[in-house]
């Protein structure tokens, strides 16, 4: 979005030129998802010793994501937190559930390289949990979030109960916020 | 940052702003509200050409202003290294935009706030802060003339004289649409067109004058006296010679599509015709000054029209700056060459008055230039070798200025000190400065 990476620039710019002033950066990931990417309804995985295991699947596959343009080779990012919140509600059975959130650059598929984040969720019968949870990101994610575009995608891997009621549950991702505190670059 | 990106940063910074209220280089007129002082001779003649011919009153002085503002410039140099973490684009825009003769008392420093961007899928805000300030609230428009230092030679009443003169003139807007996500911080919409529109325009020329300046009426032996009355009039015939010229109808604009961050880019569409000419390109010219100045029992009157029908020829390059839809490189492409066109140089209109009122000097002025008008007002009394002055004025940011002033004279000797209120800064807050001056008393 050119017209867009004008504004970025212009307002680095401004932003820069002061001296103290930082570009503050508040994307809200969430949003570029589609609504029925961002839960799973899961069941019913029925009780087995150890725990039925569904493995790694794929609520968001692989989605691209269109940032700013022009913020690479003017900004230099100086901290990224990202935000999750995400409900869990459990109608039967027990078992847990583990989220994993995969974020690349426009080049690479990003279930190639490791999870941004991994949260796990303990599903009790009957309970709706809401998990929040705050992080820093490394110097890779930080860097992506100063690209045009970046690739994401989100799983889910299911434990079913070991023994008692079938599992049924739903998972829900409620927010996924990035903040972004970019600088000028210097040499 | 690069050297084309500082450039533009710059040029966006300081265009839209225009001289608020031209900064006084003499500290007496600053004191007094930077008020016309028509005063008599051939330095009164830059505004009103009949001054030429008025003669200076008693205890009239030749002033040489100190430029008090370079000692704390020359002591610590703004940065002009894009890659130093000291370089500051507003500091440099705002010594662009007030040059630093006088000392600044209370200047402004450079917005430190953070900028905020939020995205969203169909969500884009800039909250820019007190930046945004520097976005005017409606279209911004400045011009300026400026006539540079005359050689002149005069008999009698005639007179022959060279000076360069240099014009500009910008008139940048904002469609209503970015101009509300951008100064007033409203978020960028889908489906919506954003646009910059600017004209701007810059000419000069080496000015050959012939003219007369005489009194048409006088009565009494002393024409500031009390009893006296003289009107004078004046004419300046010009012929120029164009130097160089170049004018720029610039478009920048984007529109959103149905989604912000749709996947497929939105192109920012820049267009201008641009027209520009050198030396080789430039032609002769024609203008006219006028004047009259009325001494009545010891008022002053007096109207000048500068730069009546001045008209200069030129043949330009035209050309056509663009970016390339598909590649989004800046493009220029030569459309025309030698096209022949006059440019103008628009008309100046002083209108200043003076009257004693007991030992109180009481001077005013209105001068309309090519957009807007300011107004100034100023005193000025002699208390045995010491003067106190005031005074004030709108400037073109609409906003009242204040000043004052002392100086104080010894034998031939003077020194004159300012005080003076200004916008001229890029968020147009107020600023106060102090001016210094010698005076070499007649």
């Known amino acids: 979005m050119r017209g867009v990476r004008w504004i970025s620039v212009a307002a680095l710019a401004a932003a820069a030129g002061c001296g103290a002033g930082n570009l503050v950066l508040h994307v809200d990931v969430l949003s570029f998802l589609d609504p029925a990417a961002t839960q799973a309804s899961v069941g019913p995985l029925v009780a087995v010793p150890g725990g039925l295991y569904t493995g790694e699947q794929p609520m968001v596959d692989d989605k691209s994501i269109s940032l700013l343009e022009g913020l690479s080779g003017a900004a230099e990012v100086r901290s990224v937190s990202i935000r999750v919140s995400t409900i869990a509600a459990d109608s039967t059975g027990s078992g847990s559930d583990t989220l994993r959130l995969y974020l690349s650059d426009a080049d690479t598929p990003p279930r190639s390289t490791p999870p941004v984040l991994t949260q796990a969720i303990d599903l009790r019968p009957g309970v709706t949990d809401t998990l929040e949870l705050e992080f820093g990101a490394e110097p890779r994610v930080a860097a992506l979030f100063t690209q045009r575009r970046m690739r994401m995608a989100l799983t889910n891997s299911l434990r079913g109960p070991a023994s008692g009621p079938d599992l049924n549950c739903t998972v829900r991702l409620r927010a996924l916020d990035a903040v972004v505190i970019a600088g000028r670059k210097l040499p | ?442």
């Open chain 2, 1 to 442: 940052m690069r050297p084309f990106m500082l450039c533009i940063c710059l040029a966006v910074l300081v265009v839209p702003l225009g001289p608020a209220f031209c900064q006084t280089f003499n500290a007496r007129r600053m004191a007094m509200g930077g008020v016309v002082i028509g005063g008599g001779g051939p330095a009164g003649q830059t505004s009103n050409v009949a001054y030429r011919a008025v003669p200076a009153p008693s205890g009239g002085a030749t002033e040489l202003t100190l430029p008090l503002g370079l000692i704390p410039l020359l002591a610590n140099p703004p940065s002009l290294d894009p890659d130093d973490s000291d370089f500051n684009l507003f500091e440099l825009a705002n010594l662009l935009y007030n040059p630093p003769w006088n000392l600044q008392l209370i200047a402004h420093d450079a917005p430190a706030n953070d900028i905020s961007i939020a995205i969203a899928r169909d969500r884009l805000a800039v909250d820019l802060g007190e930046i945004a300030d520097v976005f005017p609230a409606d279209r911004s428009r400045s011009a300026g003339v400026q006539h540079g230092p005359a050689l002149t030679l005069g008999m009698r009443g005639a007179f022959v004289s060279a000076s360069p003169l240099v014009q500009y003139d910008n008139d940048l807007s904002l469609n209503e649409a970015l101009r509300r996500a951008l100064r007033d911080g409203e978020p960028f919409t889908p489906n919506t067109g954003y646009a910059m529109f600017d004209r701007a325009r810059g000419q000069a020329a080496m000015s050959a004058e012939f003219g007369w300046a005489g009194p048409l009426v006088a009565r009494g032996a002393d024409a500031r006296a009390a009893d006296g009355t003289a009107l004078y009039v004046g004419a300046r015939a010009k012929l120029l010679r164009g130097l160089a010229y170049g004018d720029a109808d610039n478009v920048v604009a984007f529109s959103t599509a149905d989604t912000l961050f749709a996947s497929d880019p939105v192109n920012l569409d820049y267009r201008a015709l641009l027209r520009d000419a050198g030396p080789a390109g430039g032609r002769l010219g024609r203008g006219l000054d006028l004047g009259m100045v009325w001494l009545w029992r010891g008022a002053e009157f007096g109207i000048g029209v500068n730069d009546i029908a001045t008209r200069i020829d030129w043949r330009v390059r035209e050309s056509l700056a663009y970016t390339d839809s598909t590649t989004g490189e800046f493009t220029q492409q030569v459309l025309r060459d030698g096209v022949p066109i006059t440019s103008e140089v628009p008309a100046t209109v002083t209108v200043n008055a003076a009257v004693r009122v007991g030992g109180v000097l009481v001077a005013a002025d209105a001068v309309r230039g090519a957009f807007r008008t300011a107004a100034h007002l100023g005193l000025e009394t002699w208390r045995g070798p010491v003067a106190f002055r005031a005074g004030g004025g709108i400037d073109l940011n609409r906003q009242a200025q204040f000043s004052g002033g002392l100086g104080m004279r010894l034998g031939h000797f003077g020194v004159d000190l300012a005080l003076a209120t200004h916008s001229r800064n890029l968020s147009r807050e107020r600023g106060l400065e102090l001016g210094a001056g010698l005076a070499l008393y007649h």
